[in-house]
């Protein structure tokens, strides 16, 4: 198994800022599945602040798992983790919760609430034992709820909303948590690909004014390449980090796809079908 290969520790345009997200021979899977599987061999990255970041990768190669174990909703198989730059398997869960948010692809358990509730929820580290909110956190909620245009929506029972207004909700929550690391699995799937653009814009915004790191995983690379400051690329064995340039020189965007299927065209910077 190969380690990543990482690009980005070979530009010359400056030192690094220290990472706010960090895996050292991180090795992810399922060693209870029959047979156990470890995938993408061993992840070597570091993140700095500021930064939008994508994972990309064929289906079934391992992004939503990578998401998961960063997030620490499933252990590593092996290696570590670091968050802040502190081992995150060593961080008390509410320290945690207050470095990093996450959401994932399945719907919130709470579609009963109206938007501003569940949103609301993502200051779940910050408040009393009774929930009771400041108004500090009353603030980040307003804020987040602007960031995804959803004033209108704010009184909506969620359960009355289409998967993509759901998608901007649960992408609100993350913000209202006000987490310096964001972490999505698929957060454009249900949005059209004017939403899309808008909330990868409206992502790298946040990451660029406010300092905070947004890494999700995707199959729009096209858009990841046009909008991202880091992709990782998965594949079964091994992985590519660096920025979409570096990429697109190394060419590792060209062996993504079988290419008698499609085809990356460097002088565009976009996918092709083979015909
Ligand atoms: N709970 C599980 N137990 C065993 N294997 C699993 C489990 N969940 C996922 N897998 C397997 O792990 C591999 C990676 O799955 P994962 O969902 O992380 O891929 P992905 O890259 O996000 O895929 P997609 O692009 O289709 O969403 C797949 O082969 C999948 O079948």
Same mark, same amino acid.
């Given at each position: 198994?190969?380690?990543?290969?990482?690009l980005?520790?070979?530009?010359t345009n400056?030192?690094a800022?220290?990472? %706010?997200l960090?895996?050292t021979g991180?090795r992810?899977?399922y060693?209870g599945a029959?047979?156990?599987?470890?995938?993408?061999?061993?992840?070597?990255?570091?993140?700095?602040?500021g930064?939008?970041?994508?994972?990309?990768?064929?289906?079934?190669?391992?992004?939503?798992t990578?998401l998961r174990?960063l997030?620490?909703?499933?252990?590593?198989?092996?290696?570590?983790?670091r968050i802040?730059g502190?081992p995150a398997?060593k961080l008390?869960?509410?320290?945690?919760?207050?470095l990093?948010?996450?959401?994932l692809t399945?719907?919130?358990?709470?579609r009963?609430?109206?938007?501003?509730?569940?949103?609301a929820l993502g200051?779940?580290?910050?408040?009393?034992?009774?929930g009771?909110?400041?108004?500090?956190?009353?603030?980040?909620?307003?804020?987040?709820?602007?960031?995804?245009?959803?004033?209108?929506l704010?009184?909506r029972?969620?359960h009355?909303l289409?998967?993509?207004q759901?998608?901007?909700?649960?992408i609100a929550?993350?913000l209202?948590?006000?987490t310096?690391?964001?972490l999505?699995?698929?957060?454009?799937t249900?949005?059209?690909l004017y939403?899309?653009?808008q909330?990868?814009?409206?992502l790298?915004?946040?990451?660029?004014d406010?300092?905070?790191?947004?890494?999700?995983?995707?199959?729009? %690379?096209?858009?990841a390449?046009?909008l991202?400051?880091? %992709?990782?690329?998965?594949h079964?064995d091994?992985?590519v980090?660096g920025?979409?340039?570096q990429?697109?020189?190394?060419g590792?965007?060209?062996?993504?796809?079988?290419?008698?299927?499609?085809?990356?065209?460097?002088?565009?910077g976009?996918f092709?079908?083979?015909?």
């Amino acid at each position: 198994m190969e380690s990543t290969e990482d690009l980005s520790r070979k530009s010359t345009n400056g030192q690094a800022a220290d990472p %706010i997200l960090e895996a050292t021979g991180l090795r992810i899977g399922y060693p209870g599945a029959k047979p156990p599987l470890s995938l993408c061999g061993e992840l070597n990255f570091g993140l700095p602040s500021g930064l939008l970041a994508a994972v990309v990768g064929i289906n079934g190669v391992g992004k939503s798992t990578l998401l998961r174990t960063l997030g620490g909703m499933q252990p590593e198989l092996s290696g570590e983790i670091r968050i802040g730059g502190k081992p995150a398997a060593k961080l008390p869960a509410q320290r945690r919760a207050r470095l990093q948010s996450l959401v994932l692809t399945e719907p919130p358990a709470s579609r009963n609430l109206t938007v501003t509730e569940l949103v609301a929820l993502g200051r779940h580290p910050y408040t009393n034992w009774i929930g009771q909110h400041t108004g500090e956190d009353r603030e980040c909620i307003e804020k987040a709820l602007q960031r995804m245009e959803l004033g209108n929506l704010r009184e909506r029972p969620c359960h009355t909303l289409s998967d993509g207004q759901l998608q901007r909700v649960q992408i609100a929550r993350a913000l209202a948590q006000d987490t310096p690391l964001i972490l999505l699995d698929e957060p454009t799937t249900h949005l059209d690909l004017y939403h899309k653009v808008q909330i990868l814009k409206g992502l790298r915004a946040i990451a660029h004014d406010t300092g905070k790191t947004v890494l999700f995983t995707t199959h729009e %690379i096209d858009l990841a390449i046009q909008l991202c400051d880091r %992709i990782l690329i998965l594949h079964r064995d091994r992985s590519v980090f660096g920025d979409p340039c570096q990429l697109i020189e190394q060419g590792a965007f060209e062996k993504l796809f079988p290419e008698e299927t499609v085809r990356f065209d460097r002088e565009s910077g976009a996918f092709r079908i083979a015909k």
